[in-house]
């Protein structure tokens, strides 16, 4: 069973930076690919990004060109930086990881963009 643990959300004014980071452990080296989700107040939870084991990556429209999704060399730990953040990235931010096993899921961490 794969633990997720995400830290770096808070608030932050528009066209700010914030950077999550997801600590993986235990069964790490069955994760597939890791991702980003984020559930906004009211809405259902939609992708942000993933990456897989081998660095492939694939982004949502709305987090191309700002976000980026990556991992250290253990592959334990993904990365978000998200730049030119807008009101609208608002939201609970899910980390993921993909297994043969199923999908496993971090707590969230809350990411309010607001002046």
């Known amino acids: 069973q794969v633990q997720l643990v995400e830290s770096g959300g808070g608030l932050v004014q528009p066209g700010g930076s914030l950077r999550l980071s997801c600590d993986a452990s235990?069964?790490?080296?069955?994760?597939?690919?890791l991702g980003w989700y984020r559930r906004a107040p009211g809405e259902q939870r939609q992708l942000v990004a993933t990456?897989?084991?081998?660095?492939?990556?694939n982004y949502a429209d709305s987090a191309k060109g700002r976000f980026t999704i990556s991992t250290n060399d253990a592959k334990n730990t993904a990365y978000l930086q998200m730049n030119g953040l807008k009101p609208e990235d608002t939201a609970v931010y899910y980390c993921?990881?993909?297994?043969?096993?199923?999908?496993?899921w971090g707590q969230g961490t809350q990411v309010t963009v607001s002046s």
């Open positions: 993921s990881a993909f297994t043969a096993r199923g999908t496993f």
């Open positions: 990456i897989s084991d081998s660095g492939l990556t």
């Open positions: 235990g069964g790490i080296f069955s994760i597939a690919a």
